[in-house]
């Protein structure tokens, strides 16, 4: 399918922005850099009843921050359904302001509340650091629960691109520590050790995300070659030891078809499946890696947004019977 003309308009304007990309950069220009873009071509923040500032414990003792997105006034005889949101931006960039408008949406047209963790980014912290990050966030989250307004009882894990990346090893790790959650909420995730797919031979280069800004994240993220073999890494085609995937929370996809994880993507829903994991795949045609944060320029987005509220909605609301 040909691109979305609103996004090749988008991309022509990333063109003549001239702007260095990341891989040219040191990863505090870079962070800059799309902390800047992201106000620019992102939606209008949503209107919330509540937001809250926290700070979460890590196991090597120190503190991550995390903002609580309350769309509603919670009800505390009846606390509300979660999503723990992972950012994007290669583990190397991207922080929960890039990502507060999409979170705010997500919070909006769900009814749910979100909670966005800032997890400590590449290279200053390395591989398995994020993982780890997350999964301590994931943890205190759902044992302070009730003192937020959450139910515990109704969590989903989710993110864009390597936030995807950490919800896949989240719900992983939620099973094996008996948290039952609900959904995996993964937008475009990077699930592969090794980029040779169709996809990322025919999308390397000029659909936002290029094959040398991959490597520089990779090469930011991880302490060496071996951590590519690491499911925490890569957990569609890790070469070291992999553990089962039956029994993780439902997920839902969006696979962006101009994308270079396109392939794997698809790969992904198919090895869950495979693993009698009920999956909803959603294939958005003429769209680019990073489009669920192009709202502002590209009027196609709301689309996935809703797309994305409606699977929150279908999986959180319901109570346990």
Same mark, same amino acid.
């Given at each position: 399918?040909?691109?979305?003309?609103?996004?090749?308009?988008?991309?022509?304007?990333?063109?003549?922005?001239?702007?260095?990309?990341? $891989?040219?950069?040191? %990863?505090?220009?870079?962070?800059?850099?799309?902390?800047?873009?992201?106000?620019?071509?992102?939606?209008?923040?949503?209107?919330?009843?509540?937001?809250? =500032?926290?700070?979460?414990?890590?196991?090597?003792?120190?503190?991550?921050?995390?903002?609580?997105?309350?769309?509603?006034?919670?009800?505390?005889?009846?606390?509300?359904?979660?999503?723990?949101?992972?950012?994007?931006?290669?583990?190397?960039?991207?922080?929960?302001?890039?990502?507060?408008?999409?979170?705010?949406?997500?919070?909006?047209?769900?009814?749910?509340?979100?909670?966005?963790?800032?997890?400590?980014?590449?290279?200053?912290?390395?591989?398995?650091?994020?993982? $780890? &990050?997350?999964?301590?966030?994931? =943890?205190?989250?759902?044992?302070?629960?009730?003192?937020?307004?959450? &139910? /515990?009882?109704?969590? +989903?894990?989710?993110?864009?691109?390597?936030?995807?990346?950490?919800?896949?090893?989240?719900?992983?790790?939620?099973?094996?520590?008996?948290?039952?959650?609900?959904?995996?909420?993964?937008?475009?995730?990077?699930?592969?050790?090794?980029?040779?797919?169709?996809?990322?031979?025919?999308?390397?280069?000029?659909?936002?995300? /290029?094959?040398?800004?991959?490597?520089?994240?990779?090469?930011?993220?991880?302490?060496?070659?071996?951590?590519?073999? &690491?499911?925490?890494?890569?957990?569609?085609?890790?070469?070291? =030891?992999? *553990?089962?995937?039956?029994?993780?929370?439902? %997920?839902?996809?969006?696979?962006?078809?101009?994308? *270079?994880?396109? &392939?794997?993507?698809?790969?992904?829903?198919?090895?869950?499946?495979?693993?009698?994991?009920?999956? =909803?795949?959603?294939?958005?045609?003429?769209?680019? $890696?990073?489009?669920?944060?192009?709202?502002?320029?590209?009027?196609?987005?709301?689309? %996935?947004?809703?797309? %994305? +509220?409606?699977?929150?909605?279908?999986?959180?609301? +319901?109570?346990?019977?």
């Amino acid at each position: 399918m040909p691109l979305n003309p609103a996004i090749a308009q988008v991309l022509e304007l990333i063109a003549k922005a001239r702007r260095p990309p990341f $891989h040219t950069l040191t %990863a505090e220009a870079a962070r800059a850099s799309y902390e800047r873009s992201a106000l620019i071509i992102d939606i209008a923040p949503a209107p919330m009843f509540d937001i809250q =500032e926290l700070t979460i414990p890590t196991r090597d003792g120190a503190s991550i921050r995390a903002r609580l997105f309350h769309p509603v006034e919670p009800a505390w005889t009846s606390p509300a359904p979660t999503l723990v949101y992972f950012h994007g931006g290669g583990f190397v960039v991207g922080s929960i302001d890039t990502h507060a408008a999409l979170c705010r949406r997500l919070a909006a047209d769900s009814g749910c509340a979100v909670v966005s963790v800032d997890y400590r980014l590449a290279p200053e912290h390395k591989f398995p650091s994020a993982v $780890h &990050d997350a999964f301590d966030a994931l =943890e205190w989250l759902h044992e302070q629960a009730a003192s937020l307004g959450l &139910d /515990s009882t109704r969590f +989903a894990v989710g993110g864009d691109s390597a936030g995807g990346t950490l919800s896949t090893v989240c719900a992983v790790l939620a099973r094996d520590a008996g948290i039952a959650l609900r959904l995996q909420l993964l937008i475009y995730p990077g699930v592969s050790a090794r980029q040779d797919t169709r996809s990322y031979a025919q999308f390397a280069e000029g659909y936002v995300l /290029s094959a040398k800004t991959v490597e520089w994240f990779f090469k930011h993220y991880l302490r060496n070659e071996n951590d590519r073999d &690491d499911w925490r890494f890569a957990p569609l085609d890790a070469r070291g =030891e992999m *553990p089962s995937l039956e029994g993780v929370a439902p %997920a839902w996809i969006a696979a962006a078809d101009h994308d *270079p994880l396109f &392939d794997e993507n698809i790969a992904y829903a198919a090895k869950l499946e495979r693993e009698r994991v009920p999956v =909803e795949l959603v294939r958005y045609e003429g769209m680019t $890696h990073e489009f669920f944060k192009m709202g502002g320029l590209v009027p196609d987005v709301a689309k %996935a947004h809703a797309d %994305a +509220a409606n699977a929150l909605r279908e999986y959180l609301s +319901a109570t346990e019977s």
